[in-house]
């Protein structure tokens, strides 16, 4: 962090002493006011409920621009990132900083390969779930669970630890995922092969069977792919923010990375795939294109409570540079599998032609985000809407995990502890039950 010349200075209208804030600047973006020293200084509290205004730590790993509808993972735009390189390329970017070259790449790779197995046990573990349980309760209870299975990487002060934790981390999700969704359908589960790439070897354990060789298709391979690199960080976002929280009382990294995929299971979050599908399904089956101007009119009525899902964003008041690559991979995917007609994909560029032309969303500077065309593309390959949101987890692990290491590694990191504006009682005295 740079100290800048500039400082903020906080007045008060009841004649309390100003203080003087020093002042903080980013390499990009808005620079911050240390408010650390506040409370001691003033015997105050900020007041930022959603922060909205404050940035809970430093990081070099991403970076958003809102407002230009940019998106930096360690520098590189993911434009470039989605159409250059793979994603385990970018878990190496995103987890080391700088990009692998040839050895490096292939070193890695291997190490992630050499990981996908899942302990035996786990199978009697899943057992006990409902087969219909929904795949984000399944994967969050996994998830968790591998902190009883590998005792050896436990320890977050241990870079050791953390560096075997990442690699079984990235190495497990898609083998978890998979399994939950065999699980639910009653399919044996598919061990993973380790000849195939990573989306390659997760297409495998979700379509293929064990009495036929599967063969990967490499448009719906690299579409896979791209949907893994989209989704692998977005810097301080409310599973990210859960992860450093979780991570900041010293509990072990697997159990950190389960409280980020439980926060991502929330329709404002990661579960906003699922439910722009299935919104697109509703509309659909209530007359499709043609009643897109009637669900348009209750969206912009407030009393509805309908939102049009896979729209807006907290920090893009632009087109989401996610939504345009994957508006291109559902253009590809439709394509090989021709369906290139699909009622719901005229559906959505329907919904987001009349969106992008109307005052309501244009005043609010509300865009398609990524879940908008991503939903499309996994229903296209075959995954079932509600395994939506599991898919989002396994490529936002190595986010997950990046910044809970960078966290650790940053002297400057203290356990979370946020604070609050008391607006209960006073102190009252409790009376016997008879008076009450
Ligand atoms: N449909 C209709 N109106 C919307 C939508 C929407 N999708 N999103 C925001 N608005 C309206 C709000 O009602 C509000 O209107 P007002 O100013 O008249 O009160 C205004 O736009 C600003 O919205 P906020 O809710 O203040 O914006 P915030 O930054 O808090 O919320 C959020 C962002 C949660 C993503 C919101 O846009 C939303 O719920 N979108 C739909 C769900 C979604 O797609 N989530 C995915 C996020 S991306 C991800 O996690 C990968």
């Known amino acids: 962090m740079k100290l800048s010349d500039n400082k903020a200075t906080l007045s008060f209208s009841n004649g309390k002493a100003a ?11 808005p620079d911050v006011i240390d408010i650390r020293k506040l409370y001691g200084q ?3 509290f900020t007041y930022d409920p959603g922060f909205l205004s404050t940035a809970s730590c430093q990081s070099a790993i991403t970076y958003i621009d809102g407002d230009k509808g940019e998106l930096l993972y360690r520098g590189y735009p993911i434009e470039q990132l989605a159409t250059n390189c793979d994603y385990l390329e970018t878990c190496y970017l995103l987890l080391y900083g700088e990009l692998p070259n040839a050895t490096q790449k292939a070193e890695f790779d291997e190490r992630v390969t050499r990981h996908t197995m899942v302990n035996e046990q786990m199978q009697f573990f899943l057992r006990g779930f409902r087969r219909d349980a929904h795949p984000m309760a399944i994967l969050t209870g996994l998830v968790g669970g591998l902190s009883a299975f590998y005792h050896d990487s436990t320890d977050i002060n241990n870079p050791e ?5 990442a690699i ?5 999700m898609p083998t978890l995922v998979a399994m939950a969704y065999k699980y639910g359908i009653g399919a044996p589960y598919m061990y993973p092969q380790n000849n195939l790439s990573y989306a390659g070897n997760f297409l495998r354990m979700m379509f293929g069977n064990p009495c036929e060789e599967y063969k990967v298709n490499p448009v719906l391979e690299r579409a896979m792919d791209r949907i893994f690199i989209l989704h692998a960080d977005h810097e301080q976002n409310a599973s990210t923010s859960t992860v450093r929280l979780c991570g900041s009382s010293g509990t072990n990294p697997f159990a950190a990375i389960a409280a ?23 509309i659909q089956r209530n007359g499709g294109v043609a009643k897109v101007g009637e669900f348009m009119e209750k969206v912009k009525d407030k009393s509805s409570g309908v939102k049009l899902m896979g729209f807006g964003h907290r920090v893009y008041k632009n087109y989401d540079p996610r939504a345009k690559l994957m508006q291109e991979t559902c253009n590809e995917v439709l394509a090989e599998l021709g369906l290139e007609k699909d009622p719901l994909f005229a559906l959505a560029k329907q919904l987001e032609k009349i969106a992008l032309e109307d005052d309501y969303f244009v005043q609010r500077k509300l865009y398609p985000n990524v879940d908008f065309y991503s939903g499309i593309v996994q229903r296209a390959i075959g995954i079932p809407v509600n395994l939506f949101t599991g898919i989002f987890a396994l490529a936002r692990t190595v986010g ?16 979370g502890r946020p604070r609050q504006l008391f607006t209960g009682h006073a102190p009252r005295q409790v009376q016997p039950i008879g008076q009450r």
Not at 400 to 415: C, F, G, T, V
């Open 19 to 29: 203080v003087e804030l020093p002042v903080y600047e980013g390499t990009m973006g």
């Open 42 to 44: 003033t015997g105050m």
């Open 161 to 165: 630890h953390r560096e075997i934790a």
């Open 168 to 172: 079984r981390l990235i190495a497990k």
């Open 260 to 282: 980020g995929v439980a926060c991502l299971w929330g329709p404002a979050h990661g579960g906003a795939n699922e439910a722009c599908l299935n919104m697109l399904e509703d």
């Open 400 to 415: 997950w995990i990046a910044q809970l290491n960078e966290m650790i590694s940053d002297p400057e990191y203290k356990i």
